[in-house]
Structures are given as structure tokens and as C-alpha cells.
């Protein structure tokens, strides 16, 4: 049995020295607690040792989590590939949306937060890797997508997400989380109107340290905290 408690508050202590360590502030890093294929009941034990934020990435697995667990005592941010036809839902369900990575979709959540008087929070998902096959919109079309998005006037652009190519081999991912770093900068040296990148979503459970030191503020862990998943 994965000892939840144990594993979440070892991570926060971690970010904490690993802050200190580099000359951050810890507060200024938030553990989003990673809960995709994790039942209702692992999750709850985490919750009891003081998990703030859950992250999931599938609309019909969340929801259906969220209305049993609800919303009261945590927030939940939703960190997988969005659909447009699902962004009702994510609308509806979440305090952040960490993948937001065409006009298309920022349009329809704009849309729908609209629909229920809500300003939707969200982050752009970049696609750091360059490869074709991952989700984020290219670095290159990023300045321009933050502009577009800026003038939606039910979304509240926060920041970007995101990952690197590696899994837990944290010096390879590390030019990838500076890089992600520098797109933040090079965005708000723009000065968009209405644009102030504050949140950097990047590092999970094999590489967390090194994206703290490259300047993230949301690390994305769930495997160090729930154990395997199914
Ligand atoms: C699953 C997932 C995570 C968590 O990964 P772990 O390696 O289990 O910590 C983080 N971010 C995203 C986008 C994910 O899909």
C-alpha cells in the first residue's frame, strides 16, 4: 500500500529545501497532486494530509471524481489534452486549465465561461519539445496566441505549461524547462495589454528539482505521491 501522507508531505519538504537551495521563496511553488486512474478513496487520504490541488487529465474521469470528492477543500486544475467539445465541462469543474494550446480552444472556453458568468483561468501549453506528435502550440506562435487570447474577456491567461521530451532524466528535461522560462519572458517583454505571465507549470515526479531551479512555480506530481498507476 502507497503511504499517500508519507510520500506528499516528504514532497513538500523537498520543494522546500530545494527552494531554499536556489533562493526561491517555497511559497511561490505550488504542488498540484497528479490523481489520473487514482480512486476516489487514495485521493480522499491525500486530501486528509493537506493536498490544496488535484490535477487530472481526463474530462469524464474527473468529473465524475469531482462531483463525489468536490471542490470545497481543494481545487482542481486540468492538465490533460482538452477537446473542444469538452471544454463545457472543463469550464465548469476547474480553477485552472493548464493546456490550452490554440485560438480554437481558448475561444470555446471563453465561450462557455461566458455562458456562466466565470472568468476562466488558464495556462498556455507550449510545445517545448518541438516534436510533432505532442500537444502546446509552437514556440513561435506563442507571443501570438497570448495576444489573442488577451482579448477573450472571460479567460485570465496565468502563465504556460510544459514538458519535455524525457521522463525522469532531469539534466536532459532542464534545457527544456529554461527555455519554457525564456518564452514567459519574451512574452511579457511584449507588454500585451492585459498580459503578465506569472505561473510556469513545468516539472513532474523525475524532474521536479530541476524545473524548480529553472524557475517553475506549479510542479505536477504523481507518481512520487499516489504510488503506480493501473
Ligand atoms: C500524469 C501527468 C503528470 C504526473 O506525472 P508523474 O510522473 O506521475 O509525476 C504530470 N503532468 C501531466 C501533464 C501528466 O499527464
Given at each position: 500500500m502507497t503511504n499517500v501522507k508519507e510520500n506528499y508531505l516528504e514532497i513538500k519538504n523537498e520543494i522546500k529545501t530545494i527552494a531554499k537551495n536556489c533562493g526561491?521563496?517555497?511559497?511561490d511553488i505550488l504542488l498540484v497532486a497528479v490523481s489520473k486512474k487514482h480512486t476516489c478513496e487514495i485521493i480522499n487520504k491525500g486530501i486528509e494530509a493537506g493536498i490544496e490541488i488535484l490535477g487530472e487529465n481526463y474530462i469524464q474521469e474527473a468529473t465524475d471524481k469531482i462531483e463525489l470528492i468536490g471542490n470545497k477543500t481543494v481545487s482542481w486544475h486540468f492538465i490533460g489534452h482538452l477537446q473542444s467539445n469538452k471544454a463545457k465541462y472543463a469550464v465548469k469543474y476547474f480553477?485552472?486549465?493548464?493546456s490550452v494550446d490554440t485560438i480554437k480552444l481558448a475561444r470555446e472556453i471563453n465561450k462557455q465561461a461566458k455562458k456562466i458568468n466565470k472568468i476562466q483561468n488558464i495556462l498556455m501549453q507550449i510545445n517545448?519539445?518541438?516534436?510533432?506528435?505532442?500537444?502546446?502550440?509552437d514556440e513561435k506562435d506563442a507571443i501570438i496566441l497570448a495576444e489573442q487570447i488577451s482579448r477573450l474577456p472571460n479567460i485570465n491567461l496565468q502563465g504556460l505549461m510544459g514538458m519535455p521530451p524525457?521522463?525522469?532524466?532531469p539534466e536532459k528535461a532542464r534545457p527544456y524547462f529554461s527555455a519554457l522560462f525564456n518564452i514567459k519572458e519574451a512574452i511579457n517583454n511584449?507588454?500585451?495589454?492585459g498580459v503578465n505571465l506569472l505561473h510556469l507549470s513545468m516539472g513532474m515526479s523525475g524532474d521536479f528539482q530541476a524545473a524548480i531551479e529553472e524557475g517553475s512555480t506549479m510542479v505536477r506530481v504523481g507518481t512520487a505521491i499516489f504510488g503506480p498507476r493501473q
Open positions: 526561491r521563496d517555497p511559497h480553477d485552472l486549465i493548464h517545448i519539445s518541438g516534436e510533432e506528435s505532442k500537444s502546446g502550440a524525457f521522463y525522469n532524466d511584449e507588454h500585451i495589454q
